[in-house]
Every structure is written in C-alpha cells, then in structure tokens.
C-alpha cells in the first residue's frame, strides 16, 4: 500500500497546534482571566464546573451580571483596558472550551451591551482614562550612571546592559527578555565607520510571526560613542565576552566571587525571569531614586527622547512597534541625552 501524501491528524492533535498559536502573553491573559471567573463564582456559591456546562441563554445572564459585578481583589474596580483584556481572555477561553464566541455571537447579546455599558462608566468616572506612561527623570538618570552601572564589576555591567537593551531597543519590560540569546545580537558597521549593535526580532504583542520583517526596519540600533566612558556598545561587548561559553541565555548569573582578569565573569545558569521582570523597581529602590520606577518606564524614556528630538513619529514606531501615533502621545517625556 502506498504511503499516504497527508498526515493524519487526530483532534487532539489538532487542539494542540490551536493552543501551540497562542502566545505565552495571551496564554497569561486567559489564565488571569479564567481566575476571576472562577473567584466570582466561588463567592456566589457556585461550582465552576456546572457553570461551564451552562446553556448559552443562563450563561449569558452571568456574564451579564459578572461584568456589571466584578472588582479587583482590594475592592476596586478595573480600569478600561482592564476590562477589556478580561472578556478578552474569557472569550478564548469559551472558544476553546465550549466552542462559543461570546463577543459576537448573537446569544451573548444582552451580556455585551452590559459590558459596553460598563466600559461608558468606567470612562465617564475617570477609570478608562489613559495614564502617561512616565519617563525617568533626567536627575534619576544620570544617578544610575554615577552610582550603580559600573563596568567593573559583573552585578553593575549587567545592570548597564538590560537598561541599554530595554532603552535603545524600546522593549516593553517582560517581553521576551527572558529567551534572549547570545545570538540574537549581532554588532555591525555602518557606513561611516561606528558600530552599532542589532538584536534579533521575535514575536511580539504587536508583531505576531506572520507580520515579522527584516530586522533594519523594525529594530533599533544601540550606536558607539568613542571616546564616552557610558558607550553602550564598548560595555556590551565586555558583558557578551564575560559570559559563560557554555550558556546560550544572554542573561546569566552573576558570580558572587570574582578577579577582574577572570575571562568568565557568570555561572553557567539563567537569570531569574522574576529579577528581570522587577529589574528596574528594584533599581529605584537601590539607587535611592526618586520615586519606583518600572521597565516600561525605561521604554517611556526611549520613546520620550526621540519625540523630543524631533524624530518622526513613524520612525519611532518602526522601534517602539507601536501600530499608531496616537499610542506614542500617552508618553511624558523629559530632555534626555543619552540617545
């Protein structure tokens, strides 16, 4: 018998590429959302379980009530982008679940025109309002640079090195920072003689696999500064050539115990994604900033200097992978030098 030209798939198996599509991001959406779900129900006395296994008509009655309903674990509500992202959630959850699309299909009416009308509310009492996403002070800045980001040690030149990755690369603070690799980054040479250093595009919020281009038209480039004790480019060559060989992860351990002449400056294990995620809070805490600061803050800085700079608004779009000029307003910005 011939074999066959096709595979043959069972429905599990097609389940698991359908789940596969999903990215660890969204993956954190749904369970968060399925959570407040579940905490609702338990304190309406209700089993989960039999919930799930309600007729379209009762369900769209508690999610009517559900989104009316629902608060934050202190009492509060949510905020817009909140609420959004939670029927988001939810609505994958369903589709996976009970194969019903409870934003669009027509027996979950009633409960989407509550969740509008929750939205008008929220927006009217000043919850859906947009918050500016607030650059780090320029006094804070250079704090950092004076105190904490020594070259000289392994614990201050990585510390050096996840800021000018988070700020010259415009990432948002936890995506993908965690699965970055030695060779994501390359170091190159324009036309005028100065290197620049590029990192390898992945999968983001805004640019899925099917959407991803070449990389000199959605990334940065971290350029050298001769002759500048802060030159990223001189301190990022010093952390790749300290780390251990035989780790792929760009974010290694620092080594509690070291020489200066060391060739290796970092065990042979991961940073934490935890450590990295809090990077710059824990940051602000250690430097005695001003105030407590977050990675996005780091983004916002970014974004900041290159408007103030006069840089246009699509060009920073193509680094920060914002689809719309209207994201790029919600940013304070300070006068920064540093870009």
Sequence with gaps: MASSRFAVLEEEDLDLLLDMRDSVNTKRVINASVEVFKAYMEEKEMSFDECMSFPSQEMNCL?????????????EVYAKKSMISLRYGLQKHF???????????????TSNEMFKAVLVKLKKDGVGESKQKEAIAPEDLSKLYDTVFSTETPTGLQKKTIFEYLYYFCNRGRENIRELQKEDFSVSMDSTGREYVTVRER???????DDLQDNSNKQGRMYDRPGDPNCPVASFKKYLGKLHPNNPNFWQRPKKKFNESDETWYDNSPVGKNALYSFMS???SEANLSKRYTNHCIRATSISTLDHQGIEARHIMSVSGHKNETSIKSYSWYKHKFL
């Design 63 to 75: 999610l009517r009530k559900f989104y009316a309903e629902t608060k934050r674990v202190n009492g």
């Design 203 to 209: 999968q983001t919020k805004n640019h899925r696999g």
């Design 95 to 109: 589709l996976k679940t009970r194969k019903e699309d409870i934003i669009n299909d027509e027996s979950y009416k």
């Design 282 to 284: 824990n940051l602000s």
